[in-house]
Nanobody
Framework: QVQLAESGVGSVQAGGSLSLSCVFS????????MAWFRRAPGKEREFVAAIRRGGGGSIYADSVKGRFTVSRINAEKSVNLQMNNLQPEDTAVYFC???????????????????WGQGIQVTVSS
């Protein structure tokens, strides 16, 4: 059974940086595409970033492009999200997600991902 576990320091002032990590277990890691989503208070869950299986490319939501970087370390079965220049509107619960079969046209859809972490709170104060 695949399990995902997010970790990272959860609060920062506006303009600061945070790094989130997601550790994958229960299967071989490299065949899985990985993604980060977030859900802000009172809002729907939204796509943040994804990195395709193996050494594949990364895709970002327009709202985080240029500020966030997603990376994966296959040997460690982990995917990281480096978040720079954080703003109060980035405050949300961040979720790690995984799937073996994500086609390019669906990479931004939460329905494309079968496995999910519990989520980790990120709070950015102004």
């Amino acid at each position: 059974q695949v399990q995902l576990a997010e970790s990272g320091v959860g609060s920062v002032q506006a303009g600061g940086s945070l790094s989130l990590s997601c550790v994958f277990s229960g299967d071989s890691f490299s065949p899985y595409s990985m993604a980060w989503f977030r859900r802000a208070p009172g809002k729907e869950r939204e796509f943040v970033a994804a990195i395709r299986r193996g050494g594949g490319g990364s895709i970002y939501a327009d709202s985080v492009k240029g500020r966030f970087t997603v990376s994966r370390i296959n040997a460690e079965k982990s995917v990281n999200l480096q978040m720079n220049n954080l703003q109060p509107e980035d405050t949300a619960v961040y979720f790690c997600a995984a799937s073996r079969s994500v086609i390019l046209s669906q990479v931004r859809s939460s329905n494309a991902y079968y496995y999910w972490g519990q989520g980790i709170q990120v709070t950015v104060s102004s």
